[in-house]
């Protein structure tokens, strides 16, 4: 329009609700951002982040042109320069310490890119070293590695159907404020309010009474990391009470006679001691998963990263299949995704996954997908020896802040003969880089959410075209690492057919395969002509996205190798190690000076390690707190909004406390994603609200020592008053 103001229509990437957004602009200015009301997921729903896209963009603090570390501080370069120091630096490492001293970690912000996802592989690939990490292993590790083994994908994930559950059952996480994961539903507050509304029941695990917690219709207790332990006596009830329905499933599932042998062994009166859920109460909640016309267990988090994370996802999945709830309306349901990445041609899509095809060289710790679990990167660091990483690269992440012993992994980072990093800012990680490559801000960049639409409580595509024409003198994500991936081959003399491949790749962008995935998907006529059949040109023309319905049963046509295992070899021999861990321990009950037990937690304002330097999400009443139980807080004489010293093995960490009844006993609560206040960090927002890293306090020890997931949440620590 002739005054300059235009309205764009996109997808808000910061977190996996996928809200469509509507921005206002006038010339290059954002003058708001609000909810789409025309989204048909988000309904105009969005959370306070949505506006720090703004911030975000306009951030003076955001890193613009490349940057190298010299002794004053970082300096800016040319892209020329940046990009072919950062390869030299990359193919020196390597040739001089072999592939494996150069180490990649790919983090959580990538999976929200659509560039990064499509072309990050091929970088990731091309390095070909077996010192691969990412978020997943502080994460969702358990879920891929339970789906692996039983339905013979990593990604075939069950999604909660929360749009017509009459029973929900969560376990370990807290959607108000984190908006869902593995759980893509958008207002997922109005989505939980309605179960209740047509008649059903939300019931909450948790050992806080969090905000979920208190809209739902039962919040129950729990001692951290023993969810497996009340996930099995759960099943124990049902089978025996219910008997197995497995229904349509029930020609595709093995081993259902070892499942039940095995849930005879826990029975609610006896893993009631060390859950701290009274037997009566778990009786309850079995009946209330058969009872119910449809029902679904759900855990996310809490229930992931802690010990016996794989387990619990594990139950979880046979929780739902016994009770007739997998691949059913009500149920945990599997999307129809309209780009289907379990379904792409060879090369492109995700692989099934593999598990323990190479080990850590200092910890033995399994590989899982082609990465080793992260709580071992330090070490690989800072061990001498052949194989040692001495090189790292790290793709949009913040490891010190994100992951355990993050101290420590700060001291091997200040210690890496070469560290590139492609990232926004200069964070608490890439402080030690010696160059940074920043890519485009998210509004200057199309968007096509490849993998939440996988996850998502109903399917529906979107896509978003670029709100801003980048800076001439930009790049985005995909073309820093195609560019990398390039000059690396060229120092290492590959031959020209990959040359020219990477040449045509350059070209054709990540949108033109979006449009490849759409027409090959399920919705676009496998490559049919169609008026309606989905194409990048179809959802161009619709800006607030297209639904393509509640989720349907499709389990039979998706599963990999048509069967599903309900008794993998590897998860029944960890029940071995469960048993001994809660043979004799008593449950953690507070009240008086023993350790206690800590775990995380997330805000609606926070965004994991980042987002801090946004004034409008920071600013107020510091939220980077310890909450504690007043029982536990008079056993150690400790005055609410005091400072406290929390111990763990492997550090301190000093912060106000605040004593509630909102949380269990025993246990104590403390945000991730926090810690700005080090040297040479340039988030000046967020340094003023420093706070401390909760990951100063776990531990790299602290595994599920099955998957090699971290155990990030029932820590144990001592507390006393600062
Ligand atoms: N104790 C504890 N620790 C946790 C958790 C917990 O619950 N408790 N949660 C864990 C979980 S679930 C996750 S996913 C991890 C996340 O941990 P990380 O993988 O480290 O991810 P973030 O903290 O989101 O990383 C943020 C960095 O990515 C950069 N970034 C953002 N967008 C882009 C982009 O588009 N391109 C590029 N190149 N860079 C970008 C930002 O500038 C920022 O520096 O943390 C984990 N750590
Ligand atoms: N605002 C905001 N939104 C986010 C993020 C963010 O940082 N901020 N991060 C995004 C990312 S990367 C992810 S992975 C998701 C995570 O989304 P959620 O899984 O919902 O994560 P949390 O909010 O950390 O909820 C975990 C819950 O587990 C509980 N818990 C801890 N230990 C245990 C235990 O042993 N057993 C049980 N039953 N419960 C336990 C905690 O008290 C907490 O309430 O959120 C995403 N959305
Ligand atoms: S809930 Fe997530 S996707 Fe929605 S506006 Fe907030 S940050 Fe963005
Ligand atoms: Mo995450």
Redesign the pocket.
Same mark, same amino acid.
Request: aromatic share 6%; proline share 12%.
């Given at each position: 329009m002739d005054d300059g103001r235009r309205t764009h229509f996109r997808t808000c990437n910061l977190c996996e609700a996928m809200c469509g957004i509507r921005i206002e602009l006038e010339g290059e200015r954002i003058a708001g951002i609000r909810g789409d009301d025309d989204d048909p997921f988000s309904r105009g729903h969005v959370c306070p982040k949505a506006v720090a896209l703004k911030d975000l963009h306009e951030d003076p603090d955001r890193l613009r042109r490349p940057v190298r570390r010299t002794a004053s501080g970082f300096s800016e370069i040319t892209w020329e320069e940046a990009l072919a120091e950062a390869a030299e630096r990359l193919h020196a490492v390597q040739e001089r310490h072999g592939r494996d001293a150069l180490g990649v970690?790919f983090?959580?912000?990538?999976v #929200?890119?659509l560039g +990064?996802l499509v072309f990050g592989p091929l970088l990731l690939r091309a390095l070909r070293s077996r010192n691969r990490f990412? +978020?997943t292993s %502080?994460?969702?590790l358990p879920h891929m590695f339970a789906s692996y083994l039983m339905l013979g994908h990593q990604l075939l994930l069950p999604i909660p159907d929360i749009d017509r559950t009459d029973f929900m059952l969560m376990l370990g996480a807290n959607p108000l404020a984190s908006n869902g994961?593995l759980m893509t539903a958008p207002d997922v507050k109005t989505r939980l309010r309605a179960i209740q509304e047509r008649g059903g029941r939300l019931v909450v695990v948790d050992p806080r009474r969090t905000e979920t917690a208190r809209i739902a219709d039962e919040h129950v207790f729990i001692a951290p990391g023993t969810d497996a332990l009340l996930l099995w006596s759960l099943l124990q009830v049902v089978l025996e009470e219910g008997g197995a329905r497995l229904g349509h499933l029930a020609s595709v599932c093995d081993g259902l006679e070892q499942v039940q042998a095995l849930a005879r062994g826990f029975c609610p009166e006896q893993t009631a001691v060390h859950t701290g859920v009274p037997a009566e109460v778990t009786r309850r909640l079995a009946r209330g998963l058969l009872e119910a016309g449809s029902g679904v267990v759900y855990g996310r988090?809490g229930c992931s $990263?802690q010990a016996f994370g794989a387990l619990c996802q594990w139950a979880i999945n046979l929780l739902n299949l016994v009770t007739g709830n997998f691949d059913r309306p009500g149920g945990a349901m599997f999307t129809s995704p309209a780009v289907d990445a379990l379904d792409l041609p060879k090369g492109l899509g995700v692989g099934r996954g593999s598990f323990g095809r190479w080990r850590s060289r200092v910890r033995q710790l399994p590989e899982f997908g082609g990465e080793l679990p992260v709580a071992c990167m330090a070490e690989e660091m800072l061990t001498e020896g052949p194989g040692q990483i001495r090189g790292m690269l790290t @793709?949009?992440? *913040? !490891?010190v /802040?994100?992951? !355990?012993n993050g101290a420590r992994l700060d001291e091997a980072f200040a210690g890496l003969e070469t560290y590139v990093a %492609?990232? @926004?800012?200069v *964070?608490e $990680? $890439?402080r030690h880089a010696h160059i940074i490559l !920043?890519?485009t801000s998210?509004l200057e960049r199309s968007h096509y959410d490849l993998i939440f639409h996988m996850l998502a409580v109903r399917n529906t595509a979107k896509f978003s075209e670029a709100c801003f024409e980048p800076p001439a003198d930009a790049k985005h994500?995909w073309q820093i690492l195609l560019e990398l991936k390039q000059r690396l081959e060229k120092l290492r003399g590959v031959g020209v057919a990959q040359r020219l491949m990477d040449e045509a790749l350059l070209r054709l962008g990540p949108d033109r395969m979006v449009d490849l995935g759409l027409r090959a998907g399920p919705y676009g006529g496998r490559f049919g002509l169609g008026k309606d059949a989905l194409s990048l040109r179809r959802l161009r023309g619709e800006p607030h996205g297209v639904d393509l319905g509640p989720l349907k049963a499709c389990l039979l046509e998706r599963l990999p190798k048509g069967r599903i295992e309900l008794a993998p070899k590897l998860l029944v021999e960890d029940l071995e190690r469960l048993r001994a861990a809660f043979g004799e321990a008593a449950v953690v009950d507070g009240g008086d000076a023993r350790p206690l037990r800590l775990i995380?937690r997330?805000h609606l304002r926070s *965004? &994991?390690?980042?987002l801090h330097n946004a004034e409008r999400l920071v600013k107020g009443k510091d939220r980077c707190t310890v909450l504690m139980h007043p029982d536990d807080a008079a056993a150690r004489g400790v005055e609410d909004g005091g400072r406290v010293q929390v111990r763990s093995r492997v550090g301190m960490v000093t912060a106000a406390v605040e004593l509630t009844r909102d949380i269990k006993a025993g246990v104590i609560s403390l945000p #991730?994603?926090w810690g700005h206040d080090r040297e040479g960090v340039e988030l000046r927002v967020a340094r003023a609200h420093a706070g401390v890293s @909760? &990951?100063d306090l776990?531990d790299e020890l602290a595994i599920d020592e099955l998957c090699g997931n +971290?155990a /990030?949440?029932g820590l144990e620590v001592t507390v006393g008053p600062a």
């Open positions: 970690y983090g959580n912000p990538n #929200h890119n +990064a990412s +978020a %502080v994460d969702q994961s988090m $990263t @793709l949009a992440g *913040n !490891p /802040l994100s992951t !355990p %492609v990232d @926004l800012y *964070n $990680t $890439t !920043p890519p998210p994500d995380g997330r *965004n &994991n390690s980042w #991730h994603g @909760l &990951n776990t +971290a /990030l949440n």
